[in-house]
């Protein structure tokens, strides 16, 4: 069935990840309103309990057509949506998009398949949104740093094979659960300890090992908290940047698109490993590629 939108009321965009939710208003003018941002993720949601945590989303943001990205799409989520393959832009992103209700779309995510399986949802719509807001060229390597973070050089202007490191979730498990935990509380920070555990993860494919040199060098030489938290997250991120250049390849610079602070780090880690960085701002990135998965359904 076809489905058409009118931007006439503006367009309300959430972005519901398994931990948080944003939701925008994106005037036809091309303004944006910022309207909640809470943590109200997919988990904290009870079975059964979409429907009408839709409609107080509803309540909250006013009239317009609505579309939602990430994990709400997901099997943990209001409705399971299916992967679209890559490569994949913004048209067939848009005919994929599952309709939950009149004027309410949730769109899909993308998948490899085959050798090499991965998945993102949500991360799709702010590379192909950098992308219609000319933030990077077609055929840029890109870097998107979170909890999972993605890596993928653009096939065109449509997203091509990617790979996924688990870098945000393994410090997370390492800070809340690991012999470690107590020396990673500190917000790590870059500087010479983030840039030491850099350069070691580019020289060294050790990480395991490395990782519990920490807890020696608190015990033998004081090492403080700082120190550990910056040093274990320059360790992890160098690691991802490690797998990430070999994945995306070329000299060019990487767009990375994301949280500011996160992907400052990023930015420097790649700098250590000798490559530019075009950093770009995730919640920008995903209005404007919902902005323009609306104007392909006008």
């Not at 904290?44 to 943001?61: D, I, K, M, Q, T």
């Not at 350069?199 to 015990?219: K, N």
């Amino acid at each position: 069935m076809e489905h058409r939108l009118t931007m006439a009321e503006g367009l309300i965009a959430i972005d519901w990840g398994t931990t948080n939710r944003r939701a925008y208003r994106l005037e036809p003018g091309g303004g944006r309103a910022d309207l909640l941002e809470d943590g109200l993720g997919v988990l904290s949601v009870p079975r059964g309990g979409f429907p009408s945590e839709v409609e107080r989303l509803r309540l909250r943001c006013g009239p317009g057509p609505m579309l939602l990205a990430g994990m709400v799409g997901s099997n943990r989520g209001w409705i399971e949506t299916d992967y679209l393959p890559v490569p994949a832009g913004l048209e067939e992103l848009a005919r994929a998009i599952h309709w939950a209700a009149p004027g309410i779309g949730i769109v899909p995510g993308v998948a490899v398949t085959g050798a090499g399986a991965d998945v993102m949802r949500g991360e799709e719509v702010q590379i192909l949104g950098a992308l219609a807001d000319g933030l990077i060229d077609e055929g840029a390597p890109v870097c998107h740093p979170g909890t999972h973070a993605k890596w993928m050089r653009l096939d065109g202007a449509a997203l091509g094979r990617f790979r996924t490191v688990m870098t945000g979730e393994l410090f997370g498990l390492l800070k809340r659960d690991s012999i470690l935990a107590e020396l990673l509380a500190p917000a790590p920070a870059d500087g010479p300890a983030f840039r030491a555990g850099v350069g070691h993860a580019l020289a060294h494919c050790d990480l395991t090992a490395e990782l519990f040199t920490i807890r020696a060098r608190h015990l033998l030489e004081a090492a403080g908290p700082e120190w550990s938290a910056a040093y274990a997250s320059g360790l992890l991120i160098g690691a991802d940047v490690r797998i990430g250049l070999g994945w995306c390849g070329g000299e060019d610079d990487v767009a990375v698109i994301g949280r500011p602070d996160l992907a400052a780090l990023y930015a420097a880690a790649l700098a250590c490993a000798g490559r530019g960085a075009i950093i770009v701002d995730g919640e920008a990135a995903f209005a404007a590629g919902m902005r323009a998965l609306a104007e392909q359904l006008q």
